[in-house]
């Protein structure tokens, strides 16, 4: 990753200034606890996205470092939501907002977060901008909700998978890119390429956390491995499991979703299933495919030091920890 950020380093430390600069607010419980979750950690993947995608399409003022900050508000508000409906204790390696602060705040601020970001958006008034990040954020709130009705679902197919992970994660990754590439000198054509690409990268994204959460460990994932069977998620390691496994099998799997308290054991019980049938080796091939049809979307654009930094964070993506 390092790597990839070199070229963008001044960016970068001007983003950390921008996200202290934009949180004003009188009440400094907000700050704290903004300030806790945005500096713990993370790759800052989304705003890295926003940056080098304005780069790769010529921008040279300084707009792109604003609008990075407002997309890593945007997660950041996701990320704080998430962990009170998910009741996580881990986030990054250290304690969750909602464990240290309760989960009435870490709601609120998530909500602060999110109409931070539409107000700073507003007074910069870039109408395509805003529509497509309120395109987003729409689509996250409907991602959170299909994978609450999916929750412990042993009938989950992979259609319902992928909707889920379409709408919670690869549209944020999508509009990133996109917001970049609006802010610099762009045609329709590379537009839609840089959708593209974002959205392809953010579904990679997704698949290879669904795979490090039966691999990994908690020190590397930054919170600990085996979280998706405990809060009954079901996703593509599981979803292939599932499809090929005996009936009795099936049987098992489904007991241990429907667990209020899952245990080591459960989740080693299902971690060999999965082993047996291959559902590491299946997730890790689609993601690599997505990741493949990401790197051929860059196609479009001339040869330059940005357009190598997106081909790399792409190969980035599918080979964390893998």
Same mark, same amino acid.
């Given at each position: 990753?390092?790597?990839?950020?070199?070229?963008?380093?001044?960016?970068?430390?001007?983003?950390?200034?921008?996200?202290?600069?934009?949180?004003?607010?009188?009440?400094?419980?907000?700050?704290?606890?903004?300030?806790?979750?945005?500096?713990?950690?993370?790759?800052?993947?989304? !705003?890295?996205?926003?940056?080098?995608?304005?780069?790769?399409?010529?921008?040279?003022?300084?707009?792109?470092?604003?609008?990075?900050?407002?997309?890593?508000?945007?997660?950041?508000?996701?990320?704080?939501?998430?962990?009170?409906?998910?009741?996580?204790?881990?986030?990054?390696?250290?304690?969750?907002?909602?464990?240290?602060?309760?989960?009435? !705040?870490?709601?609120?601020?998530?909500?602060?977060?999110?109409?931070?970001?539409?107000?700073?958006?507003?007074?910069d008034g870039h109408h395509e901008i805003i529509k497509t990040i309120s395109k987003a954020t729409t689509?996250?709130?409907?991602?959170?909700?299909?994978?609450?009705?999916?929750?412990?679902?042993?009938?989950?197919?992979?259609?319902?998978?992928?909707?889920?992970?379409?709408?919670?994660?690869?549209?944020?990754?999508?509009?990133?890119?996109?917001?970049?590439?609006?802010?610099g000198t762009i045609s329709e054509e590379e537009r839609v390429a840089l959708r593209h690409y974002g959205?392809?990268?953010?579904?990679?994204?997704?698949?290879?956390?669904?795979?490090?959460?039966?691999?990994?460990?908690?020190?590397?994932?930054?919170?600990?491995?085996?979280?998706?069977?405990?809060?009954?998620?079901?996703?593509? !390691?599981?979803?292939?499991?599932?499809?090929?496994?005996?009936?009795?099998?099936?049987?098992?799997?489904?007991?241990?979703?429907?667990?209020?308290?899952?245990?080591?054991?459960?989740?080693?019980?299902?971690?060999?299933?999965?082993?047996?049938?291959?559902?590491?080796?299946?997730?890790?091939?689609?993601?690599?495919?997505?990741?493949?049809?990401?790197?051929?979307?860059?196609?479009?654009? !001339?040869?330059?030091?940005?357009?190598?930094?997106?081909?790399?964070?792409?190969?980035?993506?599918?080979?964390?920890?893998?």
């Amino acid at each position: 990753m390092e790597n990839i950020i070199q070229n963008i380093h001044t960016d970068l430390k001007e983003l950390e200034a921008s996200i202290q600069k934009l949180i004003t607010t009188k009440v400094g419980f907000i700050k704290e606890i903004v300030n806790y979750i945005i500096r713990s950690g993370g790759k800052r993947i989304r !705003p890295v996205l926003v940056i080098l995608c304005a780069k790769l399409c010529g921008y040279t003022d300084n707009k792109h470092i604003s609008y990075a900050a407002i997309i890593e508000f945007i997660h950041t508000a996701t990320l704080l939501h998430d962990d009170v409906v998910d009741n996580a204790k881990l986030r990054r390696g250290a304690s969750s907002v909602n464990m240290l602060w309760g989960n009435e !705040p870490s709601v609120l601020v998530g909500d602060f977060l999110y109409s931070k970001s539409f107000e700073l958006m507003a007074e910069d008034g870039h109408h395509e901008i805003i529509k497509t990040i309120s395109k987003a954020t729409t689509a996250l709130s409907e991602g959170e909700i299909l994978e609450l009705l999916q929750t412990s679902d042993i009938d989950t197919t992979e259609e319902q998978y992928f909707d889920i992970v379409r709408n919670k994660t690869a549209m944020l990754f999508s509009a990133a890119c996109e917001v970049g590439g609006l802010l610099g000198t762009i045609s329709e054509e590379e537009r839609v390429a840089l959708r593209h690409y974002g959205y392809t990268l953010g579904v990679a994204f997704q698949l290879v956390d669904d795979i490090l959460d039966y691999t990994s460990y908690d020190t590397v994932l930054g919170k600990q491995i085996g979280t998706d069977l405990k809060e009954g998620k079901v996703t593509l !390691p599981l979803i292939h499991t599932i499809a090929s496994a005996t009936p009795k099998e099936k049987l098992s799997i489904k007991k241990i979703l429907d667990k209020k308290n899952v245990t080591a054991g459960d989740f080693e019980r299902v971690r060999r299933l999965i082993t047996k049938y291959n559902g590491i080796e299946y997730t890790a091939r689609i993601a690599r495919d997505y990741i493949d049809d990401a790197k051929q979307t860059l196609s479009i654009f !001339p040869p330059s030091i940005f357009k190598d930094a997106l081909t790399n964070l792409a190969d980035y993506i599918v080979k964390r920890e893998m």
